[in-house]
C-alpha cells in the first residue's frame, strides 16, 4: 500500500512498538521506501495541446465538432460544424435530426469537392468520432 513513513509511524504504534518517529523515517530511507508523487492526469492532457501545430494557410487545419440543440415540440437537433482554423472560414453547417458516420463522410465529401480537402482535420475524442 502507499504508505508515507508518518502512517508507518502510527501504524507501529498501533502494535505497540515504541519506536520514535525520526528512527522510523531513518529506516524508512534506508529501505529505500518513499511515497511517490503523481502527476495530475489533467496537466497531461495540457502538454499534449501544446504540441498542435499552428495552421499556416487555408485548408491547413480543420475542426470538427457537433453542437446540440433542442426544438420547442421537444426533437433534438444536432448540426455538424467545420471551421478553418486558420481563416475562421466555416465551409459547412449540416443540421440533421439524426446523424451517421455515413452521414459525416457524405457531408465532408461534398465539401471538399467544393472547397478543397484540408491538410489536416482536428476532431475531439467525443462519442461522435470514436468509431
Known amino acids: 500500500m502507499r504508505f508515507g513513513y508518518r502512517?508507518?509511524?502510527?501504524?507501529?504504534?498501533?502494535?505497540?512498538?515504541?519506536?520514535?518517529?525520526k528512527k522510523?523515517?531513518?529506516?524508512?530511507?534506508?529501505?529505500?521506501?518513499?511515497?511517490?508523487?503523481?502527476?495530475?492526469k489533467r496537466r497531461v492532457k495540457?502538454?499534449?495541446?501544446?504540441d498542435r501545430k499552428k495552421a499556416v494557410g487555408p485548408n491547413d487545419v480543420w475542426a470538427i465538432d457537433f453542437v446540440h440543440d433542442q426544438l420547442a415540440s421537444g426533437r433534438k437537433l444536432r448540426v455538424?460544424?467545420?471551421?478553418?482554423?486558420f481563416s475562421?472560414?466555416?465551409p459547412v453547417l449540416d443540421a440533421r435530426f439524426?446523424?451517421?458516420g455515413e452521414d459525416v463522410v457524405a457531408?465532408?465529401?461534398?465539401?471538399?469537392?467544393?472547397?478543397?480537402y484540408p491538410?489536416?482535420?482536428?476532431?475531439?475524442?467525443?462519442?461522435?468520432f470514436i468509431s
Open 119 to 128: 491538410k489536416t482535420i482536428r476532431v475531439d475524442n467525443g462519442s461522435e
Open 46 to 50: 495540457a502538454k499534449l495541446r501544446e
Open 98 to 100: 439524426s446523424y451517421r
Open 80 to 85: 455538424l460544424t467545420v471551421v478553418d482554423t
Open 24 to 40: 522510523t523515517y531513518r529506516i524508512y530511507k534506508e529501505l529505500g521506501m518513499q511515497l511517490r508523487n503523481k502527476t495530475p
Open 107 to 116: 457531408t465532408l465529401e461534398r465539401v471538399c469537392g467544393q472547397t478543397g
Open 7 to 21: 502512517r508507518v509511524h502510527v501504524l507501529l504504534r498501533r502494535e505497540g512498538w515504541s519506536v520514535n518517529a
Open 88 to 90: 475562421r472560414y466555416v
